[in-house]
């Protein structure tokens, strides 16, 4: 987890409302990934950015889902509207370094 | 195509020895790693070995891999009761610009 900050912790919401996820690493890592970890499950990547630039977002469900990279260093992951089925661990990542987390519900 | 498998469950002794296995399928990985998930937390990178290696020790973990056979697996020696987790395996994939694939995971639950 060393180097890679992500906010908040926690969050609840009631479906369809909307929600976004931050994630603040530390400065230098050209590669940052968004990862999906449902209950039970391995992590499943949503999005890959390099520097500012998006390398890889073929499972991002882009109807409902957005991640921007400001600067090349921090991210944002939003969702709008939510579904149930939303309901998971959002997990930064850079290189093969994994923030903590955010443990999203969705009622 | 992208898959990573591991069995779902283990189960060992204390101080007994613990090897958990994964196969993947793209034969192009360049990084194969083992994760450790302990219950409410993040990931943390436990070992990770180069597709040219055989083998990589580290004090109490072992890494083997197989590239032929595609198979990897995780020795934990002298396991104790703060090994309990679930171990991720994952694979990077050049092809896809180094995205990482990860498999779902073995939960190692030790007993006295």
């Known amino acids: 987890e060393a180097g890679v900050a992500q906010s908040p912790r926690y969050k609840i919401i009631e479906k369809r409302q909307s929600v976004a996820f931050w994630c603040n690493p530390i400065?230098?890592?050209?590669?940052l990934y968004w990862h999906q970890q449902i209950l039970g499950q391995g992590p499943k990547l949503l999005i890959q950015?390099?520097?500012?630039?998006?390398?890889?977002d073929s499972q991002l469900p882009k109807d409902r889902f957005s991640a921007e990279r400001l600067k090349g260093v921090d991210s944002t992951l939003k969702i709008q509207p939510a579904k149930l089925e939303d309901s998971a661990v959002y997990l930064c990542?850079?290189?093969?370094?994994f923030g903590p987390g955010t443990r999203l519900t969705v009622t | 195509g992208e898959d990573v498998e591991q069995s779902l469950f283990l189960s060992v002794r204390e101080g007994d020895s613990s090897v958990i296995n994964c196969t993947y399928t793209?034969?192009?990985?360049?990084?194969l790693y083992w994760y450790k998930q302990e219950p409410g937390a993040g990931l943390q990178l436990l070992t990770y070995?180069?597709?040219?290696?055989d083998m990589k020790q580290d004090q109490r973990l072992t890494v083997l891999l197989n590239k032929k056979d595609k198979h990897l697996s995780l020795r934990i020696a002298d396991t104790q009761t703060g090994d309990s987790a679930i171990y991720f395996c994952?694979?990077?994939?050049?092809?896809?610009?180094?995205?990482?694939?990860f498999g779902s995971g073995t939960r190692l639950s030790i007993r006295p």
């Open positions: 400065s230098g890592h050209a590669t």
């Open positions: 793209d034969s192009s990985s360049t990084y």
């Open positions: 990542a850079t290189d093969q370094y």
């Open positions: 994952a694979e990077s994939i050049p092809s896809s610009a180094s995205k990482i694939i």
């Open positions: 070995i180069f597709s040219n290696m």
């Open positions: 950015f390099q520097n500012n630039g998006v390398v890889d």
